[in-house]
């Protein structure tokens, strides 16, 4: 047996519709729905209707507030990604151009995931990440090798990781995944665009990313070997690339150097250190680094402090034929 409760608040109300169309014998056929306002709906009828109920009333508000809401619906395409995804492999390690794509290769013991993280360099100066590749420890990890090749248009693309894992310092454990970390086996880091000068609102520690390379731009060594030099005929140069022309003594004029204080400027130098009878030059540091990690004023010379040589690494690269 089934019971039915009703109130009668609700059967009045009821009642007291029916009796007013009742009352009015001049009503439409069929109800003429007026939306315009929220919170409630109002009827504009003709002549000739039959009386109406609550229930065809009722009815007939939800069946037209249905077909308003399925003109307003949108659809909305899910983007197309612009970059081709594929397992990859474990070797070699960094950033390699093949097969019209790059496989990026990255190791990581602790890591619990891996993302690839795609800069362009528009997107670099706004902080945006252009797109992020998950890697799928299943398919994209070979023991503690982080793998993936990706096939798209990596013109002016850069690049960088996320990785996630226990925050650990005691262990010397760092994970951060908001973080986006450089690639060990990178060939090219990009971070400010002029030595010294912070970012935009005064970021002293703007992002560092890699450049993707490009098959293009492959370094053509043209045969060149080692000159293979013993230890005990070593004369070895020490030399801080930028403080060699732009603050030592080749910084006078009479250096004539076009790039001094980089690479190309010691390139240009070589003849003049090998009539000195040096064979072999050591760079420090020969890395990418902060200069402005510890940015600030110092009083005495009324100059701003930079990290000129933090010597975390050196390398020795022996000079061409004496």
Known sequence: MRYFSFSTKS???????????????KLTRKPILDFSHPMRTRMRTFSNSKPLTFADVFKNSVVESRKEAELETAVIEKPKRRFKVSQGNPTPFGATARDGGVNFCIFSSNA?????????LSDLQEGRVTEEIF???FINKTGDVWHVFVKGDFKDMLYGYKFDGKFSPERGQYYDSSKIVLDLYKLVVISRGQFGVPAPND?????MVCMVPNSEDEFDWEGDLLLKHSQRD???????????????????????TEFPGTYLGVVEKLDHLKDLGVNCIELMPCHEFNEMEYFSYNYFLGDYKYDFSPFYLESVFALYKI
């Open 234 to 256: 070593l004369v070895i140069y020490e030399i801080h690339v930028r403080g060699f022309m732009r603050h030592g003594f080749m910084r006078h004029e009479s250096s004539r």
């Open 135 to 137: 890697l799928d420890p």
């Open 112 to 120: 619990v995931s891996a993302t690839l993280c795609l800069i362009t």
């Open 11 to 25: 059967l009045h109300f009821q009642k007291s519709m029916y009796l007013t169309y009742r009352l009015k014998p």
């Open 203 to 207: 970021i002293c520690w703007p992002q």
